[in-house]
């Protein structure tokens, strides 16, 4: 009996062994079985992320992150955003690469979390098998603060002209309210006024970022026929009012939108 096999399987025979005696030999042409097994088809191999499950970008870009994935039996692969607790934030490119709808901002962060950490899931499908991969992006800031290398020790004294506001966001000073008339706090005639104000919940974490800080109020002793000057850093971000009132609550002139009254 000749038996052929494409792999190795195998092959149990059932059946009844009749002897041959006397020298007797049968016709080989009457004893040629031959057994084929068929080839069984390959599996399929599911397809594998190649990108980094872990991005940065600075605030104030969309960033732009292009997900590889490679296929072991080169079928053609389709991608999409599949879930994650920040994926409205985000989108998919026509070309495979993942970005912020909008650009992205440090404060305040406006991710779930509320930790500037955006996840997100992705999946990659060969028509028959699919996998998915979680993905973290982290904002950073733009501007960090500086290294201090030196310490240097000693004094300085704040000119007597220079007031600075006692109620600013540093969390290192004394923060003493001067946001009522009877909180105002007393300034030099002539003077430059240092001070700082938020709304809630807008600006750098500190001491008012929680509370806010919409008014200031300062006493001076004026002669008649000083000039106030206003100066707003950032000002295409903000709009201060200024007022002069006397010690009985009265309004004696102002500064709205840019022009004095």
């Known amino acids: 009996m000749q038996t052929i096999l494409t792999q190795t399987f195998l092959l149990i025979l059932s059946g009844l062994l009749v002897g041959c005696g006397g020298g007797n030999t049968s016709d080989p042409s009457k004893d040629n079985t031959v057994a ?5 088809e390959a ?11 872990h991005f940065e970008v600075v605030e104030g870009d969309y960033g732009l992150w292009k ?3 490679s296929d072991a039996d080169d079928d053609l692969i389709s991608l999409q955003l599949s879930g ?12 495979g690469h993942l970005q912020f709808l909008q650009k992205a901002h440090f404060h305040p962060p406006s991710d779930q979390t ?13 028509g028959i098998d699919r996998v998915s991969q979680d993905i973290e992006i982290s904002v950073i800031q733009s501007v960090q603060a500086p290294e201090i290398t030196t310490l240097v020790a000693g004094f300085f004294r704040v000119a007597d002209t ?28 002539p003077s430059t006024i240092l001070g700082y104000m938020n709304t809630r919940h807008q600006g750098p974490e500190g001491s008012l970022f929680a509370t ?6 300062y006493q001076v002793s004026a002669l008649g026929g000083e000039i106030i000057n206003l100066t707003i850093n950032a000002a295409e971000k903000a709009d201060l009012d200024l007022y002069v009132y006397d010690m009985n ?3 004696v002139s102002s500064s709205v939108g840019g022009r004095c009254q």
């Open 36 to 40: 084929t097994v068929a080839k069984p």
């Open 43 to 53: 599996s399929n191999q599911p397809p594998v992320f190649k990108s980094l499950a």
């Open 67 to 69: 997900i590889r994935v």
């Open 84 to 95: 994650g607790a920040d994926q409205a934030s985000f989108s998919l490119t026509d070309d």
């Open 114 to 126: 509320r930790d500037n950490i955006y996840h997100v899931e992705r999946n990659a499908s060969d």
């Open 162 to 189: 220079i007031t600075i506001d006692s109620d600013t966001n540093d969390p290192t000073r004394l923060l003493v309210r001067n946001n009522q008339f009877d909180q105002a706090q007393i300034t030099t005639n």
């Open 212 to 217: 806010g800080d919409t008014h200031d109020v």
């Open 249 to 251: 609550g009265q309004i």
